[in-house]
Nanobody, 122 residues
């Protein structure tokens, strides 16, 4: 079945690092933009980072630039989000996402991962 399955997440201290993974089981996966959204309590789900299938085009929201890196392993159909220099404001549920329309707005997403909690302690 077509689905995105996330792994990783957990508790990390301020300044620490964490990597979350998303295994994509999608028919014609190369047609999708892939990436990560996050949602904190009381806030809207917002884009964090996105990548195209070839891996040569990436996007990062301003608040994570220089700290987060999105990557893709085509052979494994897996994308990763490496998060460094984590801050308490990075605390959120992180969702893997796939869209045939490109990836920026949540309403464009065709498939969502189940979400994984990332908590950054102060």
């Amino acid at each position: 079945q077509e689905q995105l399955v996330e792994s990783g997440g957990g508790l990390v201290q301020t300044g620490g690092s964490m990597r979350v993974s998303c295994s994509a089981s999608l028919r014609d996966i190369s047609a999708y933009a892939l990436g990560w959204f996050r949602q904190a309590p009381g806030k809207e789900r917002a884009i964090v980072a996105a990548i195209n299938w070839s891996g040569d085009n990436t996007y990062y929201t301003d608040s994570v630039k220089g700290r987060f890196t999105i990557s893709i392993d085509n052979a494994k159909n897996t994308i990763y989000l490496q998060m460094n220099s984590l801050k308490p404001e990075d605390t959120a549920v992180y969702y893997c996402a796939a869209s045939r329309r490109g990836l920026y707005f949540a309403y464009d997403v065709n498939y969502w991962g189940q979400g994984t909690q990332v908590t950054v302690s102060s």
